[in-house]
């Protein structure tokens, strides 16, 4: 079952639900967030649905739109935005209004339905188009502390720098260099395979070279003895001394 159920009215506040369902979806995958529209099949008994999913989910997400409390709808005990709303409260489940828009106002418990009016006293959080980021990211925090189910499947943690880890997102590499890299601590161990070239894995300058022919000399450091060096057949070498 879905472990998020977001409330809205069609007409007002329908836009912002559907961003908000796109946002969560994907933070937190598919199959944890319920919007009627995307999450009601063709064919599907509606009322029986919708009422499911509110008793069967940990949070319920009421977008509440400049007009929703003014609505005469609301007052309707058929309104299925009411319905939603009191199945809610009747199971427990947490509620949280955000308030879509800049003139949406704080709802006042005197102008909503009886059933309805602990909607009034409960903290609620903006939703603005000019801070629509860092207030969806905010939604999405307070789900991840209400729903551990969400927590657990949270990708934006396992991308965080705080999470301590780096995943690999290098497969196999030829014909070229691949390098990922992050904060590294601790020992690092190299592996080298094919090598055709210098590798250098420690401190301090690398020095390579090449020598092809008869009779190559290098000397690296301090010399401090006689370097003698004869080439050649030794039959060549003896009719070379006459």
Known sequence: ??????????????????????????????????????SIKPGEHYPAKLLDAVRHSTAVIAVIGPDWSSSPRLHDENDWVRRELAEAFACGIHVIPVLDGRRTERLKA?????????LADLQSLPLDASDARSQLERIGDLLTELVPALKASDRR?????????????????SGGTGVQSRDITGDVGTVVKDNRGPVHTGKGDINSHTFSGDGATYIAGDNKGAIRHRFG????????DR
């Open 110 to 118: 005197a102008a909503l339905p009886p059933e309805l009016c602990r």
């Open 157 to 173: 943690a396992t991308q965080s720098p705080e999470s301590g880890s780096v995943a690999n997102s290098i497969d196999e590499v």
């Open 1 to 38: 079952m879905h472990d998020v159920f977001i409330s809205y009215r069609t007409g007002d506040g329908d836009k912002s639900a559907t961003t908000i369902e796109t946002n969560l979806r994907e933070r937190f995958g598919e199959g944890k967030i319920f919007r009627a529209s995307s």
């Open 233 to 240: 057949d030794r039959r060549e070498r003896e009719d070379g």
